[in-house]
C-alpha cells in the first residue's frame, strides 16, 4: 500500500466547524486507530476517506481508486439472506462462483461460523453476527477497511474475543486499516498509531506509534500502560469500555 496523505483538510456543517487543517500521513498496511472525543468528526472523517462526502478544503491522497470495505457498530447483515448469503452477495461481481466457495469458506472457518453458514442473521447471537461481518469485510478484496467503532456496546469480555477474531484475520490478511473510536483499550490492543483527536475544530493532537506485536498485547503490559497514561493526560474524555 502506497503512501496515504490527508492534507489539510476543512469540514464545516451549516457554520459548524468539525474539522480543521486536519493532516495525516501513512504508510504501509497498519491499523490506525483513531481516538476522539463525541461529536469531533470521526464519522466525517471516514466519510471523506471513503469519497461519500467531499471536504471543503484540503485533500485525501493515495486512495483514488481504492478498493474499500466496512465495519460498523451494527453488523448490518441483510436480514433475508443466510451468513453465506450475506458474503457471497457483496463478492458475486468481483469473483468466479469457485473462488467465491474458497474465500467464503476460508473466512467463515477463521471466524469459528462455518457450521452456522445457513442460519439468517436472527438466529445469531450478536457476538455470532458482528462476527460474519468481520468475515464478510475482509472476504471482500479491499485495500482499506474503514471501521466505525465496531465493539461498542458489547459486553466486556465479547468486546475482547472480539478484538482477538479481528487481529486472527488481520494478521492473515493484512490490509491498511481506519478504525475510530472513543473506546482506549481497543485502540491500544489494535493500533500500529494511534492518533488522539482534539475538541472541534478537529485536529490531530497527539500521534503515539505501538510498537508491541499484537500478539503480546496486553492492557497490564509496562509499555501500554504508559501508552495509555499518556493519552489519559492528552485526553481525559475517552472511555473505558
Ligand atoms: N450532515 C450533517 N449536517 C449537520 N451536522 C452534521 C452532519 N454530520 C455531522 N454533523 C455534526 O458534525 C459533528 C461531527 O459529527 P461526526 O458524526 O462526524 O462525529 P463523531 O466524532 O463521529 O461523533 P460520535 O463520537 O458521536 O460518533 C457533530 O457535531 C455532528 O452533529
Not at 480543521?20 to 497498519?30: C, L, P, R, S, V
Not at 462455518?114 to 438466529?123: D, S
Not at 490490509?175 to 482506549?184: A, E, K, N, P
Request: charged fraction near 30%.
Amino acid at each position: 500500500m502506497a503512501f496515504i496523505k490527508i492534507d489539510n483538510i476543512y469540514k464545516s456543517y451549516k457554520g459548524l466547524k468539525v474539522l480543521e487543517n486536519f493532516t495525516m500521513h501513512i504508510e504501509g498496511k497498519k491499523i490506525i486507530a483513531i481516538l476522539g472525543p463525541s461529536g469531533c468528526g470521526k464519522t466525517t472523517l471516514l466519510n471523506i476517506l471513503a469519497g461519500i462526502i467531499q471536504p471543503d478544503k484540503g485533500k485525501v491522497i493515495g486512495l483514488e481508486n481504492k478498493k474499500i470495505s466496512y465495519l460498523f457498530q451494527e453488523p448490518r447483515l441483510i436480514k433475508w439472506k443466510t451468513v453465506w448469503e450475506n458474503i457471497d452477495f457483496i463478492l458475486k461481481d468481483k469473483m468466479a462462483m469457485k473462488e467465491r466457495e474458497k474465500v467464503i469458506t476460508k473466512y467463515l472457518k477463521m471466524v469459528n461460523l462455518m457450521e452456522f453458514r445457513n442460519y439468517y442473521p436472527n438466529k445469531l447471537s450478536g457476538g455470532m453476527k458482528q462476527r460474519a461481518a468481520i468475515a464478510r469485510a475482509f472476504a471482500y478484496p479491499s485495500d482499506v477497511l474503514l471501521m466505525d467503532e465496531p465493539f461498542k456496546s458489547l459486553d466486556f469480555e465479547l468486546k475482547f474475543k472480539l478484538i482477538d477474531c479481528f487481529i486472527k484475520l488481520w494478521e492473515v490478511d493484512k490490509r491498511l486499516v481506519f478504525f475510530v473510536t472513543h473506546d482506549i483499550h481497543a485502540a491500544l490492543l489494535l493500533g500500529h498509531d494511534i492518533y488522539v483527536l482534539s475538541e472541534k475544530p478537529t485536529n490531530v493532537k497527539l500521534r503515539m506509534v505501538n510498537e508491541i506485536p499484537h500478539r503480546e498485547r496486553s492492557l497490564k503490559n509496562k509499555y501500554i500502560l504508559e501508552l495509555e497514561k499518556k493519552i489519559i493526560d492528552n485526553f481525559e474524555e475517552i472511555t473505558h469500555v
